[in-house]
Nanobody, 123 residues
C-alpha cells in the first residue's frame, strides 16, 4: 500500500523559511515523478514544484527563486525548502506521486496523495 506522509509544516513570519518533507513507502520511489501541491481556503489546488523520475524539476512561477524541491532516493523522501515566505504561500501542502508522463505540475496526473501539512505565513 502506497503511503505518503508529509511533515515540517507550521507557522512562519513573512520572509522566513520552512522545509517540508514527504516520506514515501509502498512504491518503487525512483520510478515515480513526485510533486508538491498546495491549496488555500477558497482556492483551487495548484502545483508548486515537481520533479520527474529523471530528476528534472519544474516550479510554479509564483515560487521560482524562493522554493527548492529535492529528493533522496536512498531515503524515499521528497523535500521542499521554502525561503522568503509570503502570506500568499499560506495553505495546506500536499505531496503526490505519479507514474504517468505529462506536465509535472498537473495534479490529475498524480496517482497517490498524502494527507497534507499546513503552512501559515503571517505578515
Amino acid at each position: 500500500q502506497v503511503q505518503l506522509v508529509e511533515s515540517g509544516g507550521g507557522s512562519a513570519q513573512a520572509g522566513g523559511s520552512l522545509r517540508l518533507s514527504c516520506a514515501a513507502s509502498g512504491l518503487t520511489y525512483s520510478t515515480y515523478g513526485m510533486g508538491w501541491f498546495r491549496q488555500a481556503p477558497g482556492k483551487e489546488r495548484e502545483g508548486v514544484a515537481a520533479c520527474d523520475s529523471a530528476g528534472a524539476t519544474r516550479y510554479a512561477d509564483s515560487v521560482k527563486g524562493r522554493f527548492t524541491i529535492s529528493q533522496s532516493n536512498a531515503k524515499n523522501t521528497l523535500y521542499l525548502k521554502m525561503n522568503s515566505l509570503k502570506p500568499e504561500d499560506t495553505g495546506r501542502y500536499y505531496c503526490a506521486a505519479k507514474q504517468r508522463s505529462g506536465n509535472c505540475l498537473d495534479g490529475p496526473l498524480y496517482n497517490y496523495w498524502g494527507q497534507g501539512t499546513q503552512v501559515t505565513v503571517s505578515s
